[in-house]
Nanobody, 118 residues
Framework: QVQLVESGGGLVQAGGSLRLSCAAS????????MGWFRQAPGKEREFVAT???????SYADSVKGRFTISRDVAKTTLYLQMNSLKPEDTAVYYC????????????WGQGTQVTVSA
């Protein structure tokens, strides 16, 4: 079973940047599609970005052009580079395995908190 641990969150001013990491244990990830999701207070968890095993990416319209999803060469760590952060990006960010259609299907980790101040 794959276990995912998110890290890299923090408090940043609007316009700033953060890089989130998602470390996997238990299984190599090179043949999995993976994604980032986020949940703001009082809201449903939402899709942020996905990356296929071959490197194809997709993004939510709200983060397109500002966020970049990537994975390392060994494909054991997933990243989310977040630039030009906005207060509305404030949320707990989670990574997960996803299906071809982008639906998450693995176990959720604890996530990492991102707070963007105005």
């Amino acid at each position: 079973q794959v276990q995912l641990v998110e890290s890299g969150g923090g408090l940043v001013q609007a316009g700033g940047s953060l890089r989130l990491s998602c470390a996997a244990s238990g299984r190599a990830l090179q043949y999995y599609h993976m994604g980032w999701f986020r949940q703001a207070p009082g809201k449903e968890r939402e899709f942020v970005a996905t990356i296929s095993w071959s490197g194809s990416t997709s993004y939510a319209d709200s983060v397109k052009g500002r966020f970049t999803i990537s994975r390392d060469v060994a494909k054991t760590t997933l990243y989310l580079q977040m630039n030009s952060l906005k207060p509305e990006d404030t949320a707990v960010y989670y990574c997960n395995l996803v299906t071809v259609s982008g639906a998450p299907f693995g176990s959720w980790g604890q996530g990492t908190q991102v707070t963007v101040s105005a």
